[in-house]
């Protein structure tokens, strides 16, 4: 084989490798309807994201909706004119809606990558030493649970102005806690496995320990709290908005539920309050149903009959 041929080669070689590892998670999600239903969700949501602002009909806060007469359409049922109605302003609400996705994937996916990333981290490097590292990790992981997220989040973007990248970093900064304590717990069992012991005495470097020894076998666990992040940080970032600090520049389904409440339509305006409030509910609760199926994998314990 020509010296050109291997790169493609070996690309080729990881791909199908990559293409076998999606196949087979899509099978094993198939066989638990629930969560083969949520991993239908979670696409559907993931293509709203991306795509949303795109297919939204009219732009969601500049556009007016007006009828025949040219009057404002405000509080107006689903109709021709807006299928998803009006807001009080005479906003079309599909619009918010379709639009409202992608600060939702943003803050969802990367705020659950920065916490179960974080978390992971954590937990490898404290359970794997030990002694004063332990100590000091742990008792920053405790003073963080001891800090109430939605208080503290409050009280800096008082002080701050709100934007996407922030509140995505602050729901890392404060949920990473959990993941730490459980991948910790796990990595004390394996930190004690023989082919961790082997592997120091063979003379390997801790961070190669860590990396190639320690850390592959506790990745399921960090993946299971990943994918939980994601769901923390949706609804942590659904619940800022609807308090009134969620990013100002763009439309999110926190900040529609906001809108609605805020002008005293909650009761009156369903075609306003159900398809924001839908979607939170349906995206939070599909990630953990996957979660869940991946958990039973994990901890055959809580396996539940199939």
Same mark, same amino acid.
């Given at each position: *084989? ?33 969560? +083969? ?12 994201? %991306? +795509? ?34 009006? #807001? ?46 332990? $100590? %000091?990790?742990?008792?920053? #992981?405790? %003073?963080? @649970?001891?800090?109430?997220? *939605? ?26 806690? *959990? ?12 930190? $004690?496995?023989? +082919? ?18 320690? &850390? ?6 960090? @993946? ?17 908005? @609807?308090?009134? +600090? ?14 609605? @409440? ?19 509910? &349906? ?17 055959? $314990?809580?396996? #539940?009959?199939?």
């Amino acid at each position: *084989m020509s010296t050109e041929t291997k790169p493609k080669a070996e690309l080729y070689k990881r791909v199908d490798a990559l293409w076998t590892t999606v196949r087979d998670q899509f099978a094993f999600l198939r066989r638990d309807p629930m969560a +083969f239903a949520g991993m239908l969700v979670v696409g559907a949501f993931v293509f709203l994201g %991306l +795509f949303g602002p795109y297919l939204a009909p009219h732009d969601p806060i500049e556009h007016t909706v007006r009828g025949d007469g040219g009057s404002v359409l405000r509080l107006a049922a689903p109709s021709v004119d807006a299928f998803f109605g009006t #807001t009080a302003y005479g906003k079309d609400v599909l619009s918010q809606f379709l639009a409202g996705a992608r600060p939702t994937l943003i803050v969802g996916l990367f705020g659950g990558l920065g916490t179960g990333a974080l978390g992971f981290t954590v937990g490898v490097v404290s359970g794997y030493y030990g002694g004063w590292v332990d $100590e %000091l990790l742990m008792r920053l #992981t405790d %003073l963080t @649970f001891s800090l109430p997220f *939605m208080p503290m989040a409050l009280l800096l973007l008082t002080f701050m102005t709100p934007n996407i990248w922030l509140i995505t970093a602050i729901i890392a900064a404060f949920l990473w806690k *959990m993941p730490a304590r459980v991948v910790r717990s796990e990595v004390l069992s394996v930190r $004690e496995r023989t +082919f961790v012991k082997s592997a120091r005495a063979s003379g390997a470097s801790d961070l190669r320990t860590m990396l190639y020894h320690v &850390a592959p076998n506790v990745l399921p666990i960090g @993946f299971l709290y990943t994918a939980y992040g994601v769901a923390w940080a949706i609804a942590a970032q659904a619940s800022l908005a @609807f308090l009134g +600090f969620g990013d100002p520049t763009m439309t999110s389904w926190g900040r529609m539920l906001r809108q609605v @409440f805020a002008s005293g339509n909650m009761r009156v305006a369903w075609w306003w309050v159900l398809p924001p409030a839908i979607g939170i509910a &349906a995206i939070t609760t599909s990630v953990f149903l996957i979660g869940r199926a991946y958990e039973e994998v994990i901890n055959p $314990e809580i396996q #539940t009959d199939q």
